[in-house]
């Protein structure tokens, strides 16, 4: 992309570019003023004031030239001298040359004008003495020195101006970064409480701010409250399903074992330990939702705990050291429980591990069974969902709800479960990412 650069050099947050969007217009309003002012104070009123102290200089040198000898010329000079408030020498005390600070940018319009209008200009000094120009002129009676106050040529004080307007930019710049902080606090606020209920936490928020933000503040507590009560109509019907179902499989398991002991019996048995498996399986697909609340957890010991319930089954690699993050052990500890139970079914070895980056962990959990092809992956977690085709499902009676109910933890932590194929051990590499 031609301008991909631009926008990587733009602010990415709000408050950046809102700032960038304020400091922008001043700084070019600020630049425009001062070159028109610079243009119009250095070219127009010096040149004007200029020309002005040309004729002057230009009366003075006509009485020299008038004059029959230098004595005469220096007497009848020296009063026109003094009424123009202008010194002059005949002939010149010393010589001078050319100098110019680099500031002094008037300085070249100065000395432009005078080489153009004063005949036998030699040199025009402005660097020697900051408050006097120096002209060396030649004439048929010998070189001229005069002295002019610099404040007849251009105006004194031009930077006042500029530093006026640059103090008055900072200033106002400053107070408007006040306003700008104070109407972009209920935003930064909406943001957080939008990140917290991502990863499954409900911060307080109560709109405020511009009308905007406040209906973008309220529509999003309307949504948080829909959700909630969604999730928790969700968990209360099927946890009401669950256990009332619960009932009549009991009386039937009771029914079962006062019988006689048939092929048939033992059928029906195994059908009702399957229907309680799925049952269990619905009880923890409502529990996913209804989270602990967090707590400081070290993730490589939470790991190493969960793990060890397998004993030599799983195995254990690449644990970052300890370390305290703010976690839900027990959603983490249910979802990596039905990882490593999918692992188990479908595969003969188990690998668990752990990654620590800055603002998430990755757990990571890895087998040699089938795996999951790429393009049905993404059906894989959702709920209820069963891939024949894909995993050997004689290993396992589950009712497709292991995966999805990981995927529900991970994103309501802030993360995602990510499912590929294991370079180690070439069945299924499945990670669940939660925020730190």
């Known amino acids: 992309m031609k301008n991909g650069w631009i926008k990587r050099s733009f602010p990415k947050s709000l408050y950046g570019r809102a700032a960038l969007i304020l400091i922008v217009p001043i700084v070019t309003l600020q630049l425009v003023v001062s070159v028109v002012f610079i243009q119009r104070h250095f070219e127009g009123v010096t040149a004007q004031m200029t020309r002005n102290v040309e004729l002057e200089v230009q009366y003075l040198l006509d009485l020299v030239l ?32 050319d100098t110019r600070p680099f500031y002094d940018l008037s300085g070249i319009t100065i000395t432009q004008l005078l080489y153009v209008a004063v005949p036998g200009l030699k040199a025009v000094d402005l660097g020697s003495n900051g408050r006097k120009v120096a002209l060396l002129i030649g004439t048929r009676h010998g070189d001229v020195l005069m002295q002019i106050d610099r404040r007849r040529l251009s105006a004194s004080n031009p930077h006042q101006l500029l530093v006026l307007m640059i103090f008055t930019g900072v200033l106002m710049t400053v107070i ?75 009386r039937m398991k009771l029914a079962l074992s006062l019988g006689p002991e048939t092929a048939e019996t033992n059928e029906l048995a195994r059908d009702i330990a399957d229907m309680e498996r799925m049952l269990d399986a619905f009880l923890d697909f409502a529990r996913s939702d209804a989270l602990d609340d967090p707590a400081s957890v070290d993730p490589a010991a939470l790991v190493q705990e969960v793990a060890g319930r397998y004993g030599d089954q799983v195995e254990v690699r690449d644990l970052p050291p300890p370390m305290q993050v703010q976690l839900r052990a027990l959603a983490i500890e249910r979802a990596l429980q039905n990882l490593i139970g999918n692992a188990r079914n479908y595969g003969t070895a188990c690998v668990v591990s752990l990654e620590a980056r800055e603002k998430a962990l990755v757990f990571v959990v890895e087998d040699n069974g089938p795996g999951i092809p790429p393009d049905l992956r993404d059906a894989a977690v959702k709920a209820f969902t069963r891939l024949d085709a894909a995993r050997n499902q004689n290993r396992g009676g589950g009712v497709g709800l ?22 180690t051990l070439g069945g299924l590499k499945a990670e669940l990412v939660v925020a730190r």
């Open 66 to 97: 008038q004059a029959s000898d230098p004595d005469l010329a220096n007497a009848d000079v020296a009063q026109a001298a003094r009424d123009l408030q202008i010194e002059i020498l005949l002939p010149a005390a010393r010589s001078i040359i």
């Open 402 to 423: 292991g995966l999805a109910i990981a995927s529900d933890i991970a994103r309501q932590h802030g993360g995602l479960l990510r499912l590929g194929e294991s370079e």
């Open 176 to 250: 408007a970064f006040v306003f700008l902080r104070n109407q972009l606090r209920p935003i930064r606020r909406l943001s957080r409480a939008s990140e917290a209920f991502g990863k499954g936490r409900s911060e307080p928020y109560r709109p405020s701010g511009a009308t905007e933000v406040r209906l973008a503040g309220q529509a999003f507590s309307d949504m948080r409250a829909r959700i909630e009560r969604q999730i928790e109509q969700r968990t209360l019907m099927l946890s009401g399903v669950s256990h009332d179902l619960r009932t009549p499989l009991t």
